[in-house]
């Protein structure tokens, strides 16, 4: 009987361990995925913040859907009104486009989302701090060109869905108000 009991000890206690080894190796392969993704997110966005990279992919936002981030302030701009007609969506679909994102690319299902729910506004304050972090690390010359692109971009977003019967401006007071909220970023 003492034998028959040492078996199942031993049996009991190689089930557990291999139960825990599994579950370490997982936690492990966990960490390993996340460092890689870390590290190409790092590569693909010029950021070496890690807190800045934890943000970005807490939010899902991978090398791939980096170019799609590139779209937060067109979106953002395009939501000030709190929807997003045609004209706008053609605008923000033109500018993926433009920008290398076709509809095969993998952050195109990101700018999708975007373009049927508001995004949060965690979005936007991750974007900003990459943005600012980017920002700070490049020469006046890039920094002004980068800005200035960035604006205009957004700038025809808010300007494509036009004013009320061409009565009023072709921007909205609220699609200006994040316009001008976008231009801070580069001043922090």
């Known amino acids: 009987m003492s034998d028959f009991l040492s078996d199942r000890k031993a049996s009991l206690e190689n089930a557990f361990f291999a139960e825990q080894d599994a579950r370490l190796r997982r936690q492990m392969a966990q960490r390993e995925e996340t460092t890689a993704k870390k590290a190409a997110l790092a590569e693909a966005s010029g950021i070496s913040d890690d807190a800045t990279l934890d943000r970005l992919l807490a939010l899902s936002i991978d090398a791939a859907a980096l170019t799609a981030l590139s779209l937060v302030p067109l979106v953002a701009v395009?939501?000030?009104?709190?929807?997003?007609?045609?004209?706008?969506?053609?605008?923000?679909?033109?500018?993926?486009?433009?920008?290398?994102?076709?509809?095969?690319?993998?952050g195109h299902a990101s700018l999708e989302n975007w373009l049927a729910k508001k995004p949060s506004r965690d979005l936007t304050d991750a974007w900003k701090a990459?943005?600012?972090?980017?920002?700070?690390?490049?020469?006046?010359?890039?920094?002004?060109?980068?800005?200035?692109?960035?604006?205009?971009?957004?700038?025809?977003?808010?300007?494509?869905a036009g004013g009320f019967l061409g009565l009023t401006g072709r921007i909205s007071a609220a699609e200006q108000a994040v316009l001008t909220d976008l231009e801070w970023v580069f001043e922090a």
């Open 130 to 160: 990459y943005v600012s972090g980017l920002a700070a690390s490049m020469p006046e010359d890039a920094r002004r060109s980068f800005k200035s692109e960035l604006l205009e971009r957004a700038r025809s977003v808010a300007e494509a």
């Open 78 to 106: 395009a939501w000030a009104d709190g929807n997003i007609d045609a004209k706008e969506r053609g605008a923000l679909i033109s500018a993926a486009e433009q920008s290398g994102l076709h509809r095969q690319s993998p």
